[in-house]
């Protein structure tokens, strides 16, 4: 493992969910405007379900914190159920009671300018403070689809065919085969960075990303400093819970 990174190991994915509450409940309490950027997938929702029933019991208070979205399907729009907007919405935004929102538009005419426009929010915001991610069955962050490099910026993608085969549970029909992603660019100036990693069927890709050298082709090894945790289940590090 490299020198920096701190890798938090939890039994099972709701020890994975309570660990990575208390990390974000830090960081608010320290922060309470924190600007987060927020990843959709199935991997934070117990994450995000923690968060919500601390708010509900009053133990957390979430509404000063900007939630940025990490990325959208092209064409989507806020109002289609399957937009990654819409999940964030479901997930994270409202049951947390968050007002202030930084969304990648996807059905902007010009999605160049839409990207600019993104990246100018987070600017004006002062950076993202904090990262919350999952780990593609690939290495990708957001869709940042390997390869990426590391200064590879917010803009429009081709989603790989190994992408296009995870989003098909979510999709009837025809998958997207574009998206609009942050740019590995703005997620790897985040000051601290959540990397949430469940299950057995993440374990190859989470030891590339762990033990392999730090490689554009996995874009998630990219992910390196002291202000990265990777908070992982026994299944996902392959090791005894
Ligand atoms: P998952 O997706 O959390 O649904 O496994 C992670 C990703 O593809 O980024």
Known sequence: MR???TVRQAADPQEVATLAADLIAEQVKAKPELTVLVATGSTPMLTYAELARRVQAGELDLSRVTAVQLDEYLGL??????SLWNWM???????????????LDATAADPRAACADYDAQ???LGGIDLAILGLGPNGHLGFNEPPSL?????????LTPESQASNRVYWNAEVPLQALTAGMNVILAARATLLLVTGAHKQDILGRVLHASSTPDVPASLLNGPEVTVVADAAALGSPA
């Open 3 to 5: 020198p920096g990174r």
């Open 122 to 124: 987070i600017a004006q």
């Open 150 to 158: 590391p200064d590879a910026p917010t803009r429009v993608t081709d």
């Open 89 to 103: 919405q479901r997930s994270f935004v409202e049951p947390l009671g968050i007002t202030r929102t930084v969304r």
């Open 77 to 82: 729009s806020e109002t289609d159920p399957r």
